[in-house]
């Protein structure tokens, strides 16, 4: 475990204010301890408790089989449908309430109520049915931020067919693979979204990946863009002219609690996405009960997550959570610093937002951008911070808590994964006495450990893997048509446990630390993006015989790409080859695997067993002199002439 090293050293500490403290949902940690202690102990009574709350159309005859596992079922034999949690059930109490808050990055805004955000779901998901979609079919969702793009999930869950979103950053090529690999019978998308002041043309991606794939019958196209498109007769409807006769009403599935609710890819350590599946009993159960507790949701409260939703975050914490809890959500379509770099905290002061949940790279953007940007915007409505995607640096933290939060917000540190659906680790808000760059404790019922290599649990403050040892509500099922990987990935490194992927300490007060992924996963901007993925895209080019990429230290992003990359003899490595280059990887993947940098090489240095080295990489990249045991290398003028190697 010698690569984990752990030099933080931070002592800062704080508390929840007072006033937090008395209004909050949770605010004595004996509370929390006594909670937290039935979570841990008898599991399926706490569970049990928490699950009761939501509307079942036919109840559980038991909380949890984990007899086979690592396949959990949960709430077995429960029926529920998501969009009712989400929508029907907030009907009489809260019809005229905003659960939308929508601003579209040119500026024009859209407010749906919870009665016609269902109304809405409703039409969307008759339209659906009417192009023979059902129960079980998985629908593509590729879509910029609009108002539709939460009715087109909660649209599909209100028939029981299962969505796979695809992040509208994403390429032909990527969209291609995820649509193969669900074999998605319609996809929905739009003309265009805004991105940066223009307008991405989505639906254009989305005919370049489904062309030829003869089982998507259906393309539902949102008009938001007013870009031109091509259109194919028969395949392609307006969203609006499929929406146009059909009933405001439609009777929502009784899904099974172990029915998939969603499909979403994430990248792991090699070979293809893997399309990890979450279920409906338990992912409703995990996301409502985290989002209750972790964001301290009140009824006033205008809560805004500012991820996409096609990412993990955004399904558990715009989509699923709050709403499950009739809260009033933001939503907004643009880039954080379009058109101005106050633009997040101008929408801050404009709606009033209370409690705020952004990345680590946003908050050192902003940090870099200058406090004169938020300082020009009233951002006392806020009561609280929140981040997610990687480790905050404890210089973010501050200035997040101090700039943004006037000093008076909590910040809840968030860990979690796509895989577990919902939150893990996490301060309480009124509860937690926080340390800046500390995810701190656990959520209730979960049961974290750091162990060796060998599964033996370490000490305080020794680095190793964080794994987890009792199943958990949300958590996933597996990875889409390939149950072998999923128990290869999650459940063989150390038996018996959940493995992660991330390493962590625990200091002497059982505050947890995450120290990155211990895996060849990069995190750039909090996304997760494979190196083997990337390397494939690179070696996809015609030109280039072989290529390593590791990540390195980014200032902003916290990781970005460094690509060592050697090319045909007769090929002219020069700017305009690495320009394209790098455009071939952004059209292969998507403009978030573009390599920040690329080093073109005579070989690649390699162990006697012919293994690339990629530590040694890493380490060349981050620009360490020190490059450890040289024993094993295989080409030392190859060492060399990297090491000296100059853009
Ligand atoms: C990986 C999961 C969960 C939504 C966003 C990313 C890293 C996530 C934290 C945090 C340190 C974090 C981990 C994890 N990560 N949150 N608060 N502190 N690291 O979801 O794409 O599934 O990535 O993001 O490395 O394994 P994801």
């Known amino acids: 475990m010698s690569q984990i090293d752990n030099v933080l ?10 006033e937090f403290r008395e209004r909050a949902v949770l605010g004595d940690e004996e509370t929390y301890r006594r909670m937290y202690r039935e979570s841990i102990e008898s599991p399926e009574t706490f569970w049990d408790g928490v699950a009761r709350e939501l509307p079942w159309s036919e109840p559980y005859s038991r909380v949890l089989d984990w007899s086979q596992a690592p396949r959990a079922r949960w709430f077995v034999d429960g029926r529920i449908n998501a969009s009712a949690v989400c929508l029907d059930r907030h009907l009489p109490e809260r019809a005229e309430k905003p659960a939308i808050v929508w601003e579209g990055e040119p500026g024009d805004t859209r407010t749906l109520t919870y009665a016609e955000l269902q109304r809405e779901v409703c039409r969307a998901a008759n339209g659906l049915k009417s192009r023979g979609i059902s129960r079980g079919d998985r629908v593509a969702i590729y879509m910029p931020m609009i108002p539709e793009l939460a009715v087109a999930l909660l649209a599909c869950a209100r028939i029981g067919a299962v969505h796979s979103v695809i992040f509208g950053g994403f390429s032909a090529q990527a969209l291609r693979d995820r649509i193969e690999d669900g074999s998605c019978c319609a996809v929905i998308t739009a003309d265009g979204g805004w991105r940066r002041g223009s307008v991405l043309p989505l639906k254009r991606e989305v ?32 969203y609006h002219e499929l929406l146009a006769g059909v009933a405001n009403e439609c009777e929502p599935e009784a899904m099974d609690s172990e029915d998939p609710l969603f499909l979403l890819y994430t990248s792991g350590s090699t070979g293809k996405p893997k399309g990890i599946v979450h279920t409906t009993g338990g992912y409703l159960v995990g996301t409502s009960l985290t989002t209750k507790y972790v964001f301290d949701l009140r009824e006033d409260d205008v809560y805004w997550c500012t991820a996409d939703i096609g990412w993990i975050t955004g399904h558990s914490y715009i989509v699923y959570g709050p709403l499950a809890n009739g809260a009033t959500v933001v939503m907004y379509e643009g880039a954080p610093t379009t058109p101005h770099a106050g633009r997040f905290w101008e929408l801050v002061e404009k709606h009033r937002v209370t409690i705020f949940y952004t990345a680590p790279t946003a908050i050192r953007t902003f940090m870099r951008l ?8 009233d951002l006392s409505s806020l009561r609280l911070l929140g981040t997610v995607g990687e480790s905050i640096n404890p210089e973010a933290w501050m200035w997040y808590r101090d700039t943004i939060g006037g000093g008076r917000c909590p910040i809840v540190d968030t860990w979690w994964q796509t895989e577990t659906g919902a939150i893990m680790l996490t301060p309480l808000p009124g509860v937690t006495e926080t340390k800046p760059g500390s995810a701190t404790w656990p959520f209730f019922g979960v049961d974290p450990v750091i162990v060796d290599e060998q599964g033996n649990e370490l000490g305080a403050n020794e680095g190793g893997l964080l794994a987890l040892r009792k199943p958990w509500p949300s958590m996933l099922r597996g990875i889409w048509g390939d149950e072998e990987r999923f128990r290869e990935t999650y459940w063989s490194q150390l038996p018996g446990l959940y493995f992660a992927g991330d390493g962590a300490r625990r200091d002497e007060e059982g505050y947890f630390w995450i120290l990155g992924r211990v895996d060849d996963v990069i995190n750039i901007s909090g996304h997760r993006l494979s190196t083997m993925e990337v390397e494939s895209a690179l070696v996809s080019h015609p030109a280039v015989c072989e290529a390593a990429v590791v990540g390195r230290p980014d200032e902003v992003t916290g990781q970005s790409i460094c690509a060592f990359v050697t090319v045909a003899a007769d090929v002219e490595a020069d700017a305009a080859f690495g320009a394209a280059l790098r455009e071939h990887v952004a059209s292969e993947i998507g403009k ?17 067993s012919g293994k690339i080295m990629r530590r040694l990489l890493r380490d060349i990249a981050a620009g360490i002199e020190s490059v450890g045991d040289m024993s094993t290398i295989e080409d030392y003028s190859v060492l060399a002439k990297l090491r000296d190697y100059d853009d």
């Open 9 to 18: 050293h931070e002592d800062r500490r704080f508390a929840p204010p007072e």
């Open 207 to 238: 005919d370049a990946g489904i062309e030829g794939l003869d089982f998507v019958h259906t393309v539902v196209v949102v008009r938001r863009g007013e870009n031109e498109v091509a259109w194919t007769e028969g395949r392609d409807c307006w």
């Open 370 to 377: 200058g406090a004169e940007h938020p300082e020009r915007f």
């Open 592 to 608: 978030l695997a573009r390599p920040a940098e690329l080093r073109f090489t005579d070989a690649l240095p390699k162990t006697r």
